[in-house]
């Protein structure tokens, strides 16, 4: 299998989706990851939240951030006015790859081949939800969504022309700002985050106008 699109019901729903991926084998991350940790929210949402994959503690729980990197998310979103009840949130991969540091397991980027592979999962995603907007979280999110050329760091909470939504952007992932350095770092780039959230909420509340 090179990809998950045999496994993709003919007539997704969210709930069809999650129980189809559960058994997902279409690349070897299956082998390490605990389970499938697919996206979650209602198919009502209006805003789609994409990572680029689980960590320790969502594969665990088996559901998207909810770790330490969810709740600075969570919080991020409360602060920009953004419902979190009508936020979508999930993963270009959906299994967690890791390797071993001592008792720890630490996060290893995906391939490009891993991320192809999970693909059609979140194309269908997107079907289901049609968001009105879908904004990446870290660059190998947003390299996936809108391809390779995008850059977070110069092209952060500006919007691209995209099939896949009215609205398509990016912004770091929430883990970037837990990694840095000081305190004073980690509150800067946790205001960026904040200020990029408020930038995409008006935006999107114009399209719903």
């Given at each position: 299998?090179?990809d998950?699109?045999?496994?993709v ?10 129980v ?6 279409a ?5 390490t ?8 929210g ?12 689980p ?8 559901r ?19 419902d ?28 490009a ?17 049609k968001?009105r ?15 390779p ?10 919007f ?16 970037s700002?837990?990694r ?24 999107i509340?114009?399209?719903?106008t």
């Open positions: 299998m090179k998950a699109s045999p496994l019901p003919s007539r997704p729903t969210v709930k069809k989706l999650q189809a991926a559960a058994g997902c084998q690349c070897d991350l299956w082998k990851g605990t389970q499938t940790v697919f996206g979650e209602t198919q009502a949402s209006t805003v789609m939240f994409i990572g680029e994959q960590g320790d503690r969502e594969d665990l729980a088996g998207p951030f909810v770790g330490p990197a969810g709740a600075l998310l969570d919080r991020a979103l409360v602060e920009a006015g953004i979190r009840t009508k936020v979508y949130v999930t993963n270009v991969v959906k299994h967690f790859k890791w390797e071993p540091r001592g008792k720890r397991r630490i996060h290893k980027k995906p391939n081949a891993e991320i192809n592979a999970c693909r059609p999962w979140l194309e269908a995603e997107i079907q289901v939800i968001p907007a879908i904004v990446c979280l870290g660059s190998t999110a947003a390299q996936a969504v809108s391809g050329k995008f850059r977070v760091s110069t092209q952060r909470a500006t691209v022309k995209s099939p896949l939504a009215p609205l398509v952007t990016a912004t770091v992932h929430p883990s700002i837990l840095a350095p000081t305190d004073e770092a980690r509150h800067v780039e946790y205001a960026k985050l904040v200020d990029d959230l408020r930038r995409i909420k008006r935006a509340d114009e399209v719903g």
